[in-house]
C-alpha cells in the first residue's frame, strides 16, 4: 500500500472531554514532535496512531491512511505493517550477534542487497552512538543508546518503514544533531514523542499534550527556526564536554573558557542574524 498521508481524528482526554485538536494530517516528509509534561498523554497518542486506533481505545481517537480506515488484518500483519515504532522498552530483544539479527530482517523483507543494507544499517546507526556497534556483538550487550540506535537505522533502512514513531531518544544518549540530520534525508514521516527543545523546534509542527489530550497544534515559524540555530551551539557545546568527560579527560579554566567564548560567538552571529532577516532583538 502506498501512504501519501496519515490523519489523526482526535477523541477524549482523561476528564472525557473532546479534544481541541480536532485533526491534523501527516505528510510524507513531515516531521512532527509530541510535547508536554510526563504523564500527559504522549506515548499514548502515538501508541494510538501505531495502532491504528479506530474509536477503539480509550481515547477514541481514529487514524486514517489516505483518507480511509485499515482493516483490522493489516494492522496485525508484521508483512503489512508500515509504522515502525522505537519505544524506550528494549528488553524484548533476542541474544543474537547484531549481523544475525540485521540478516534475518533483511530476509524476512526479501531484500536482494541484504549485505549491502546490513553495512549501511550499521553505519548510520554508529553514526548516532558515541561506542561503535559490532557485528559479533550479541543484541542484548548493547547499551540502551546502542540498542535504539540501531533500531533507528534499522527501521528506515532494512524496515524501509514511511511511518516512523520515536519516543524520547533524547534519554538514550544518541547525537541528537546527527539524528535529525541524517532522518531528514529520508522521504518518511517521523513522529518525535520528546522533551528535547531543538528536536522540537526543528519539527515541521509540534502537538501540545495536557491531561491526556491534544490541546493544541503550533508550526514552526522563522523564529523558532533561528532560535534553533542557538540551541545547536549550546548542545554542541554540552556534547564536548560529555565527550571529555568520557574520555578521561580533566575540564580546565582554559578549556571552559574556550568553549565560552565560542557560545558568545555563536550568539552574537544570532543576534546578527535576526538583524538582517528584520527580527529585532530582545
Known amino acids: 500500500m502506498e501512504i501519501n498521508k496519515i490523519t489523526i481524528i482526535g477523541g ?3 476528564d472525557g472531554s473532546r479534544e481541541k485538536v480536532e485533526r491534523f494530517e501527516l505528510k510524507m516528509g513531515d516531521i512532527i514532535s ?4 510526563t504523564g500527559c498523554g504522549k506515548t499514548t497518542l502515538i501508541n494510538d496512531i501505531e495502532l491504528f486506533a479506530n474509536c477503539n481505545t480509550p481515547s477514541e481517537r481514529q487514524i486514517l ?9 493489516f494492522s496485525f500483519d508484521p508483512s503489512k505493517h508500515p509504522i515502525a515504532l522505537i519505544s524506550q522498552h528494549t528488553n524484548f530483544l533476542s541474544d543474537l550477534p547484531v549481523g544475525e539479527f540485521l540478516k534475518i530482517h533483511a530476509k524476512i523483507r526479501g531484500s536482494e542487497k541484504s549485505e549491502q543494507m546490513i553495512e549501511e544499517t550499521l553505519d548510520f546507526a554508529n553514526q548516532l552512538t558515541g561506542e561503535a556497534i559490532i557485528r559479533e556483538t550479541a543484541m542484548t550487550e548493547l547499551s540502551g543508546g546502542q540498542t535504539r540506535s540501531l533500531l533507528i537505522a534499522d527501521a ?13 531518544i533524547e534519554n538514550a544518549g544518541i547525537h541528537r544533531t546527527k539524528a535529525l540530520k541524517l532522518l531528514k534525508k529520508y522521504d518518511k514521516i517521523f513522529v518525535f514523542v520528546t522533551h528535547d527543545p531543538r528536536i522540537a523546534l526543528l519539527s515541521d509542527f509540534r502537538i501540545i499534550m495536557r491531561n491526556g489530550a491534544m490541546q493544541k497544534m503550533i508550526t514552526t515559524n522563522a523564529e523558532e527556526k533561528m532560535a534553533a540555530l542557538g540551541l545547536k551551539k549550546i548542545d554542541d557545546v554540552m556534547l564536548e564536554f560529555r565527550k571529555r568527560i568520557r574520555a578521561g579527560e580533566e575540564i580546565t579554566d582554559q578549556i571552559f573558557s574556550e568553549q ?4 558568545a560567538t555563536s550568539y552574537q552571529i544570532y543576534l546578527n542574524r535576526r538583524k538582517t532577516n528584520g527580527v529585532e532583538a530582545n
Open 65 to 73: 491512511i489516505n483518507d480511509e480506515p485499515i482493516a483490522e488484518d
Open 12 to 14: 477524549i482526554g482523561k
Open 260 to 263: 565560552i567564548k565560542d557560545l
Open 156 to 168: 528506515v533502512i532494512i524496515g524501509n518503514s514511511p511511518i516512523i514513531l520515536l519516543d524520547e
Open 34 to 37: 509530541i510535547v508536554g509534561p
